[in-house]
């Protein structure tokens, strides 16, 4: 079977690599020439655990490939998944226009039946959008009712860190169809991957298109409750862990996305439940769920800098500052809307130095902040002469880390913690100041 992926971004890299992985013939198209360069070449632009080996590996054994040109591949393919971006807008809708622009190229050069697939997160709506388009370029080649095909919906559900995990893996598939055709393609190009338990969802379009933002929009309402009922914690002198552990016993609940913190980021939460949002508010409807999650969020990720100017009764200037974890979540690079970036733009402003260390975000630190920061070579490199640590991404190297090393470097024993990974005893024991979320 083959097929093609439009876009070598985090989806759809992770997407064409674990299907070539699966024995699938895999054209992956790009318009960035020197992306599609470097991957002919080995070399993955995002940091996923895995990924670069799996890339090699396939592209070596001619099942992975790469290129420019859409039709150079169109017509040697079954199926077209269409994984391009979807930034927000100002108003937090999603833009479409890399979407409709794949559209009008495949309806510009198809010569035979074709199932298009949309990968990317989009709004209810969005693929009769596409379909429109094709019809439209085919129409313009009087081709209009000579070349059939079929749309599809197929939202990805990756965690960024264990994406060939779940993609290898999933725990469900969900793909929205219009006919038959469509769903016995999907089925086959799924199959080899849930070969014991055969977990595709299929259902109409447009709730397949639903069903992505439904999902991420519930798990961002679980983490800004949890970080809600944190913040009361502290007020009334409760300890949200021991909140956290009482109500996810409860087999209604579950316990997970029930861990506080200093806000969620990355590319998908902010943006879909934003981009929720604005579907609901176009059609009439206020969400007022989501639209509290949103300013939940938003106000979180200014706690530890609240925390910090109510330790130093707001005296921040001259004071450095120490930060571990700047991506949005372990396991990955991924910056965006990461709760660190409103924590060094506002420390920044109150006039500290600040020292920071990611294992892997770096370089991505260093391309959005250039000089303003000083970049430490590790851990503790980051503490020296330091006034307060702050731990913002809980990578698995700060877990158990020398707090007597660490104390001996700092100039004052105080620590915030974001994630709430530390024991208070632990750090109490050492001498240091501990803030953590939620007690």
Same mark, same amino acid.
């Given at each position: 079977?083959?097929?093609?992926i ?17 024995g ?43 290129t ?8 040697? #393919? ?9 930034p ?6 999603a ?46 080649r ?12 197929n ?19 969900v793909v929205?169809?219009? &006919?038959?055709t469509?769903?016995?393609?999907? &089925? ?12 595709v969802?299929?259902?109409? #379009? ?10 991420? &929009? ?12 944190a ?6 002198g ?25 806000g ?6 902010p ?13 009439g ?48 690079d ?5 709760? &660190? ?14 020292r ?12 959005r ?39 001996r ?16 005893a ?14």
């Open positions: 079977m083959k097929i093609a439009v876009g070598t971004g985090y989806v759809g890299l992770v997407t064409g690599t674990c299907f070539a992985e699966m699938t013939e895999v054209y992956c198209v790009d318009i960035d020439q020197a992306k599609i360069d470097n991957l002919k070449q080995g070399i993955v632009p995002i940091y996923e655990p895995g990924l670069e080996e799996m890339v090699a590996r396939n592209f070596q054994a001619g099942r992975l490939k790469f420019t040109s859409l039709a150079e591949c169109i017509n040697e #393919v079954e199926v077209l998944f269409s994984a391009v971006g979807t927000p807008d100002e108003d937090g809708s833009d479409l226009r890399y979407v409709i622009d794949v559209a009008r190229e495949i309806g510009r050069n198809m010569t035979h039946y074709l199932l298009v697939v949309t990968k990317s997160t989009v709004p209810v709506g969005t693929a009769a959008k596409v379909k429109a388009a094709i019809h439209e370029e085919l129409a313009k009087g081709l209009d009712r000579d070349i059939p095909f079929d749309i599809a919906s939202p990805e559900f990756l965690k960024e860190g264990a994406a060939i995990k779940d993609f290898m893996s999933p725990d469900r598939v929205g169809v219009e &006919s038959e469509a769903e016995k393609l999907m &089925s086959k190009l799924y199959r080899p991957f849930l070969l014991n338990n055969f977990r969802i299929f259902m109409d #379009v447009p709730s397949a298109e639903m069903t992505k933002y439904a999902a991420n &929009s519930m798990l961002a309402t679980r983490i800004s409750f949890m970080n809600d009922i913040n009361l914690c502290e007020i009334v409760a300890d949200v862990n021991m909140v956290r552990k009482g109500i996810g016993t409860d087999s209604r609940i579950g316990n997970h996305f029930l861990y506080p913190g200093c969620y980021g990355g590319s998908c939460f943006k879909d439940v934003k981009a929720l949002i604005h579907t609901a508010k176009q059609n409807y206020p969400m007022r769920l989501l639209q509290a999650v949103e300013e939940i969020n938003e106000d979180q990720k200014t706690i530890l800098h609240r925390k910090l100017y109510k330790h130093f009764d707001g005296e921040l200037a001259g004071k450095s500052i120490a930060i571990w974890g700047l991506a949005f979540k372990p396991e990955t991924d910056m965006r809307e990461a709760p &660190s970036l409103v924590l060094i733009e506002k420390l920044l402003e109150a006039g500290c130095s600040l920071v260390y990611d294992p892997v975000a770096m370089t991505e630190a260093q391309r902040m250039g000089d303003a920061l000083y970049y430490a070579r590790d851990l503790y490199d980051a503490v020296v002469d330091a006034d307060a640590l702050i731990l913002v991404t809980e990578w698995k190297e700060f877990r158990l880390p020398s707090w007597p090393a660490i104390k470097l700092m100039k004052q024993p105080l620590v915030l913690d974001g994630r709430n990974i530390y024991e208070i632990d750090l109490e024991d050492h001498g240091f100041t501990y803030y953590r979320i939620g007690r």
